[in-house]
């Protein structure tokens, strides 16, 4: 799946914040949902505009970002 195809962000939706594509939900929401000790599955039920496919490849990159900014042991 594309990141373009997952999240964006435009002026005229949520103030900017970057949403989950052809939806209102800031893609923060999921990340705290996450925190708050849910499972992705009570988040797409709570919202189901939101794609397991989105959700799941948003995780994949949001972790892929992340591991990419740990300095690698010699």
Known sequence: MDLSSIVHSHPEI???EPVFVGTRV????????????HTLD???DNFPSVS??????FLEQATEA???GIPRAA
Request: no cysteine.
């Open 14 to 16: 949520v103030s900017g």
């Open 26 to 37: 800031p893609a923060r929401n999921l990340v705290e949902w996450l925190e708050g000790g």
């Open 42 to 44: 009570e988040f797409l």
């Open 52 to 57: 397991r496919g989105q959700a799941i490849t």
């Open 66 to 68: 992340f591991l990419a």
